[in-house]
């Protein structure tokens, strides 16, 4: 049975980092595509980064430019999520997706497997 657990989320203060990991069990996701998707209170999940199976190609949505890093480690089947400078609006509980099945990779309808959920809350 396939599974995705997401960790390292928290409660900081704006202008701080965040690391988070999301590990893989019960398959091999060494080639597929992984991404972060976020979700605010009332609003919908929304794409955050996605990288290709072997690091080589990342995308980002432009509000996290500059700012996250998305990478893998094959060996450990994991992928990280390293966020840099916070801000307020980056509060989501933040989701780790697994296997691209269609499209580009920006639409949660196109993962099959996804994580739990890790709350991220950055305050003022």
């Known amino acids: 049975q396939v599974q995705l657990v997401e960790s390292g989320g928290g409660l900081v203060q704006a202008g701080v980092s965040l690391r988070l990991s999301c590990a893989a069990s019960g398959g091999s996701f060494s080639y597929n595509d992984m991404a972060w998707f976020r979700q605010a209170p009332g609003k919908e999940r929304e794409f955050v980064a996605t990288?290709?199976?072997?690091?080589?190609?990342?995308y980002y949505t432009d509000s996290v430019k500059g700012r996250f890093t998305i990478s893998r480690d094959n060996t450990k089947n994991t992928v990280y999520l390293q966020m840099d400078s916070l801000k307020p609006e980056d509060t989501a509980v933040y989701y780790c997706?697994?296997?691209?099945?269609?499209?580009?990779?920006?639409?949660?309808?196109?993962?099959?497997?996804w994580g739990q959920g890790t709350q991220v809350t950055v305050s003022s």
């Open positions: 997706a697994a296997t691209r099945i269609t499209g580009s990779g920006t639409r949660p309808t196109e993962y099959m497997y």
């Open positions: 990288i290709n199976w072997n690091g080589g190609r990342t």
